[in-house]
Every structure is written in structure tokens, then in C-alpha cells.
């Protein structure tokens, strides 16, 4: 029970198929003074809807599992120069991990979560498929969740969509029905990106350079950015240059320079496949050489590819299609259909072919 509408009309649903439900609170980030940790308030709505729903609430403190499991690989990718991607951790090492061993202690015998996913047991393996609501659906956070985890989980409104599920919050009078979607990562909160890192990792200004090696100005710490980046560069009109915005390209560790590139369809910008490490599989892992589908962010559409295997836990994808801004210490999650196949964190990205260029109207469309 996160304080969200989400958690709580499962919960709902549950007690209405006629399972016996304790909500259980989780706090896996210490209280802040600034007034950007939500978790004071998220309890409070989540205590509204137990009382509501006449269910016991339990609250938990896994900071220090957090910390230990999440936070502290959050900081050992910033400091490779890789943008990672937290919130996959936190639902394998907490939410179905260290949340999933204390509920099995208090007699649990499923443990269940608001994400718009589904699970399909019907088959010899468990299968992970996509949330009904396409805007929705969360099976990219869920990638390396255990095959064992997702057995015992329950995922009571995967089939919704999202607009049902605000509509019953508000008739069972949760206060939370209107709450908004909780975004970005979840101990930054609102807060300012740049002034949370400066807390944990010193800052290394370095040169800002186009790819000919011109110096175009200064930047603040390779951590602060991401590929694909057009905020924030500072680099305003320049003589002899077009008006075109500017873009990171390149994060150029061992000499801490920056490249950009302008304009937002530059060949730089753009891939033609990436290698992944520490892959995870759902069950069986796929064929070598197979035709599937990928997404190396969330919210990005499915987009079609082939994938080789090594044998040693790494996998390479090749896109039909060339890949805009595809971010080392992110996950590539694959697809065959519906259904999450898994992932891995993508370490290398692969240039551009000669088949990928120049890029035509549709293959931008595609990306």
C-alpha cells in the first residue's frame, strides 16, 4: 500500500474476490528536511483507505536494504558515467524481494501489487505480459523480477485501465482517488536532480566540445547529463552556425569531456543495436538469432529486432530500425508479443550501418 490509488483499489478488488488482505507500508527512503519526501503523506492515504476498507495496515522501514540493494548502485553507475535505472532494482531487491520475505513471514501466502501487469500461469513457466492499458503498462519496470516472485504475486487491475480504476477509488470514497502518478525516481522526488547528486559524488567540470573538437563551453560534471540531453547545456547562438538546438552525443569518461551535436536527428544521436550485460529471463531464455521486440526506455514503443546470446549472462539486439539516444546503465527489456521475455543493462551501443543511413521520414516515425 504505496498511499497511491492504484495499490489501494487492488486491494479493493481483492477483498472483493474474497481474499483475506493486510495492506502493508513501505518506507525505503529516510524522512528529508527539505520537504520533498512525500512519505508522511503517502502513509496518511493509505491509512484513510485501510480504515475505508476495514483492512489491518502494517508499516516497515527497508531504508537501509535500500540503500544497501538500490541506492548504493544508483551511485557506482553515476560515477561510470552511465545513467541508470533505479526503479527496476527497487521491484527485484525490494519490492519483490526484501517486501515479499517479510510478508511470507507474517503468513502471506501471495503478495500483491498495484502495476499494470498481468500474469499468465497456465503455461509449464510463469509469463509476465503487458498491463492492458497500453499508456499504462509497467512490464518494462518488471523485467528482472524472478519467475518464483511473479508466481506468488497477485496484479489485480493488469487488466484495467486506468481511468476504471481512478472511477472506483472515487466510489469507494478513497481521498487518494485524484492523486497524481508518482514520477521520476522515487528518493529524488521533486526535488532538483543536480542539487541532490551534489550530497553524494563531487562534481568534475570539463570542456564541452562538437564532434570536429571545438570547445563550445564548459560543463558542470559528466554525471549531471544523459545522452539525447538538450536542457541545460548552456550553449547559446553561435557565429557561423545554424539555429538548430544542441544535443549530447557523447559522455567521454577518461578525458570528462561532453560532445554535442545540433539538431535532433543527427547520425550521432542514433544506433543500429547495443550490447546488454546481467541479462535476466523470464523462465526459458530466447533462441539465438530470434525475431522479438525491445525497448531501451519506458513508454517507448516496441520496436522490432534481432538478438544474438553469448552463453555467459550477455546479450547484443540489431534494430530494423536505427535507435535515437539509447543510454548506457539503462535496461533494454525484450518482447516476443505481449508477453516480457526479461532484459539486461545496456553497456555498449552499436554505431549506425550504412543500411541505417541517411535516416528517412518512417524510421524516425518508428523510433
Not at 500500500?1 to 481474499?19: H, K
Not at 499494470?116 to 503487458?130: Q, T, W
Request: hydrophobic letters at 35%.
Amino acid at each position: 500500500m504505496s498511499g497511491g490509488v492504484d495499490s489501494s483499489v487492488a486491494a479493493f478488488l481483492l477483498l472483493e474476490a474474497g481474499y483475506e488482505v493486510h495492506g502493508l507500508f513501505m518506507n525505503n527512503w529516510e524522512d528529508d528536511e527539505d520537504g520533498y519526501c512525500q512519505s508522511a503523506q503517502d502513509y496518511q492515504d493509505a491509512r484513510q483507505v485501510c480504515t475505508e476498507l476495514g483492512i489491518p495496515l502494517h508499516k516497515v522501514d527497508f531504508a537501509e536494504e535500500y540503500r544497501e540493494r538500490v541506492f548504493a548502485y544508483f551511485l557506482e553507475e553515476i560515477r561510470a558515467g552511465r545513467t541508470p535505472n533505479p526503479d527496476v532494482l527497487c521491484n527485484r531487491e525490494i519490492k519483490f524481494g526484501t517486501f515479499r520475505e517479510y510478508a511470507s513471514r507474517l503468513g502471506a501466502r501471495y503478495t500483491a501489487t498495484g502495476h499494470y501487469v498481468r500474469v499468465d500461469r497456465s503455461a509449464s513457466s510463469v509469463r509476465l505480459l503487458k498491463g492492458l492499458d497500453q499508456d499504462k503498462d509497467q512490464s518494462y519496470f518488471l523485467n528482472a523480477v524472478s519467475a518464483k516472485a511473479l508466481k506468488g504475486a497477485l496484479f489485480p487491475i493488469g487488466e484495467m485501465q486506468k481511468a476504471e480504476v481512478r472511477s472506483i477509488a472515487r466510489q469507494q470514497g478513497f481521498d487518494n482517488f485524484g492523486k497524481k502518478d508518482s514520477t521520476g525516481i522515487c528518493f529524488i522526488g521533486e526535488r532538483h536532480f543536480r542539487s541532490f547528486l551534489e550530497n553524494y559524488l563531487p562534481a568534475a567540470p570539463g570542456d564541452i566540445r562538437d564532434p570536429d573538437g571545438e570547445l563550445l563551453g564548459r560543463h558542470d560534471g559528466l554525471m549531471y547529463y544523459t545522452l539525447g540531453q538538450r536542457q541545460g547545456l548552456g550553449i547559446g547562438g553561435r557565429k557561423g552556425r545554424a539555429e538548430s538546438p544542441w544535443y549530447v552525443a557523447v559522455k567521454n569518461l577518461e578525458c570528462n569531456t561532453l560532445t554535442v551535436v545540433q539538431g535532433h536527428d543527427d547520425p550521432l544521436l542514433y544506433s543500429s543495436g547495443l550490447r546488454a550485460i546481467d541479462s535476466h529471463w523470464i523462465g526459458t531464455q530466447p533462441e539465438n538469432g530470434a525475431r522479438l521486440a525491445a525497448k531501451t526506455r519506458y513508454r517507448q514503443k516496441d520496436q522490432p529486432c534481432t538478438i544474438t546470446l553469448d552463453g555467459q549472462g550477455n546479450f547484443a539486439l540489431f534494430f530494423d530500425h536505427p535507435q535515437r539516444a539509447v543510454t548506457p546503465g539503462q535496461f533494454a527489456v525484450v518482447y516476443d508479443g505481449e508477453r516480457c521475455l526479461g532484459g539486461g543493462v545496456i553497456d555498449e551501443i552499436l554505431p549506425l550501418s550504412a543500411k541505417h543511413s541517411p535516416l528517412s521520414a518512417s524510421q524516425r516515425d518508428a523510433v
